[in-house]
């Protein structure tokens, strides 16, 4: 098994040393006398000693590469962990205008407004996710990027909590929403790229038309589960008199379901109404059944490090070296 190296880098080196070396021998080969005539010296021949005497610097040569090599860092692979999970692309888009404050959900006996109930089951959809990038934006009269996409849902949720009503201009831009999580997934390379757009209300705002947006959409291969949140009809929408004191005021919302409707059909999703928080429980919980994409981590590596015996092997043949040119190769002056 050919091992791998921690800094391969090193290796490089290695020609170059083989290349001085080589030219350091030749010159020393160069170095010679001159005679009249080799007859007798070839009458002479040539003892074992001169003809190994190179061996030396073959070892001092070899030594030094193994020296590089033990540098280098090589290492076996001993053990590898392969994870596959599957993640898909999401943009959360969120309607954060002032009828998001009626307050016709209800949990545990208590009224929650809307905003509060999407928000808590966001965290809940966000977290049954653990795989998917996830983006959040919010619109009201403006669309506006609270989180890119991203793995890290902790800092997603955080920013999810600190979304307020009444911080963007009281209005709702759908298309303009729309265009904004596009804009989000622009660089996406996910298989399935959605987005899940949640609003109670009409487009009454932006420069962008739903539809126009949602060709976009269409175009770009993204997917538009639209949901129409909140009930219809009369409902109990929160007044503060100047103590602060809270007391309710019967209000009605319109909502273009047929708007929603045709998003979601021109990009192959579906529109839901979420009327009550079970519903709109399920249907966060519906789109988690959406196809994924296969992502690969490879995990944890552990690895057994080698390079103690090219250091071994090296110090071996600078003894060896030291040894013969010491005693069997020794040159007197």
Known sequence: MIPDFKTPLVLILIPLLIALFWYDHQRREGTSFRFSSLFLMRQLGSS?????????????????????????GPQKLLAQSKLTSEGIDIVLALDVSGSMSAEDYIIDGHRISRLEIIRNTVVNFVKQRPFDRLGLIVFGSQAYTVCPLTTDHEWLLENLRQIRIGVIEDATAIGSGIATSLLRLKNSKAKTKIIVLLTDGVNNSGKIQPLDAAKLAQTLGVKVYTIGAGTTGIVPFPVYDENGNKHYEEAQFDLDEDTLKKIAEMTGAHYFRAADTESLQNIYAQIDKLEKTKIVDKGFRQYEPLFWYFLDAALILLALELILTNTVFLKVP
């Open 48 to 72: 074992w000693r001169a003809r190994w005497s190179f061996l030396p610097w073959v070892f001092r040569a070899l030594a030094l590469v193994l020296l590089l090599i033990a540098l280098a």
